[in-house]
């Protein structure tokens, strides 16, 4: 699972064999979610349990990084 970065205790990551539609796992402390790489961003898959500012957080840094993120996604993904 390449790493694409890590910001504020959190791990974002994209699968190279993953499915569409593009999207990032980011990985917290005992938890993990997906996030979609939409202009705004929209979490659709949690495991565990974070809390809400831990996803408001990822939520921003996705965004903020949306970008660099789908570059990301079109060279793994083409």
């Known amino acids: 699972m390449p790493e694409i970065f890590r910001a504020l205790g959190l791990v974002f990551s994209i699968l190279s064999d993953d499915h569409s539609p593009p999207h990032v796992h980011v990985f917290g402390s005992g938890w993990m979610a997906k996030i979609s790489l939409s202009n705004p961003p929209d979490l659709f898959f949690v ?25 990301e996604w079109e060279k793994i993904h083409g």
Request: no cysteine; aromatic share 0%.
């Open 47 to 71: 495991v565990g349990r974070p809390t809400k500012p831990e996803i408001r957080k990822a939520l921003r840094q996705v965004h903020s990084n949306l970008l660099r993120l789908m570059e």
